[in-house]
């Protein structure tokens, strides 16, 4: 069977479509992975993936929805209203992305297409070829909306008539966050290299270590405000404080005793061995620290991340504190707090008995055997 991965040109769009992607190749399928941007290069060497918008730069169509959407745009600034802002936003994506989809799968002739949910273009070649689309979660966001209202906005804005539904919906979200979903289930999986911890982030220290990370989106030009809030919160206490990627205004200063820099680390190798992690909000990062049985603090953003920032500490996993109310009590209750790690590692528990990525192969491909 001949399978179609499609993302969206961003690093946090492709990597939840990795493991699957993987667990059909092993099973002897044929596995393209289509996407652009930021995500080509990190989408997996070993997927090899095609670049079906060469050229496409996201800033330029970013500024240009806020421009046009002024209203929108503060409202998804401030997280509260992911959905009808993202349907407008990414439509324009689609469009730059959907001769190279539609080409791509002309040529690869795929029994089944999978893809994101903001993935429109690939819902629409799948249409046009007569083969079932799968959709993916890769947020806390119920997929199948998200998927609604942004095929709904890319075929207004290519004057097409209505895009079907995904023949499945495959759900990662843990249900005692998010509640019951349609569709089937799959346990998350962090995306990672398989590279090993370094040696001195693998193993607990001898203090309490919390990470700080930052989004994987390509470089702001501001000052990375959370990392240099949790700084001068951890000055004198009793942790050890690791920045993670920072920006260069961060890593070029003079820091506490007690903290200290990194560039990029695999994150499922190294946070099983800390007490906790500090994060901007972003769905992989947050889910990461799920399975891991972290306890977490997210910082309410844009898009889905007040909303992460909610779910989290309404389950009790974490807290959810913004930026200015970062205090050397938030941190030492995100340690210290029993109940945090407790439900923490009660969501952990849970999505590692959900299904396993290859445990969605047969069904997957039971779909596309049944294309003629």
Do not use: K
């Amino acid at each position: 069977m001949r399978v179609l991965v499609v993302a969206t040109p961003l690093p946090g769009h492709v990597l939840p479509l990795v493991p699957l992607a993987r667990a059909l190749r092993d099973a002897g399928h044929e596995v393209t992975v289509a996407t652009a941007g930021d995500a080509l290069t990190t989408c997996p060497g070993d997927l090899d993936p095609v670049d079906v918008a060469p050229r496409l730069r996201l800033p330029p169509l970013f500024v240009r929805f806020a421009f046009r959407h002024p209203r929108l745009a503060r409202t998804a600034a401030a997280g509260r209203d992911e959905g009808r802002a993202a349907g407008l936003l990414w439509a324009p994506v689609n469009e730059r992305m959907a001769d190279g989809v539609t080409r791509l799968a002309d040529r690869q002739a795929p029994n089944l297409i999978v893809h994101e949910p903001f993935a429109a273009a690939a819902a629409h070649a799948a249409a046009r070829r007569g083969v079932p689309a799968v959709v993916v979660e890769n947020s806390l966001f119920d997929a199948g909306e998200q998927f609604a209202v942004a095929a709904d906005a890319y075929a207004r804005r290519r004057v097409l008539g209505r895009i079907p539904d995904p023949a499945e919906v495959v759900t990662t979200a843990p249900p005692s966050l998010v509640g019951r979903r349609r569709g089937r289930p799959m346990r998350f999986v962090p995306p990672g290299t398989g590279e090993p911890a370094p040696d001195d982030l693998g193993r607990p220290g001898e203090h309490p270590r919390v990470l700080v990370s930052r989004s994987t989106v390509a470089a702001d030009p501001r000052r990375d405000r959370l990392m240099s809030t949790v700084v001068a919160a951890a000055a004198g206490m009793d942790l050890e404080v690791v920045l993670v990627r920072p920006d260069r205004w961060v890593a070029r200063r003079s820091l506490p005793a007690n903290v200290r820099t990194t560039g990029w680390v695999p994150f499922p190798a190294v946070l099983p061995a800390a007490a906790a992690v500090v994060h901007h909000g972003g769905a992989g990062t947050l889910l990461t620290a799920l399975a891991a049985g972290v306890p977490q603090l997210v910082v309410p953003g844009a898009g889905d991340r007040r909303v992460n920032a909610e779910l989290v500490a309404a389950r009790g996993a974490g807290l959810g504190v913004p930026l200015p109310e970062i205090t050397s009590a938030v941190l030492d209750r995100l340690i210290t707090d029993d109940a945090l790690a407790t439900a923490a590692r009660e969501v952990a528990a849970e999505m590692a008995a959900m299904p396993a990525p290859t445990e969605l192969v047969g069904p997957l491909a039971a779909l596309g055997r049944a294309v003629r």
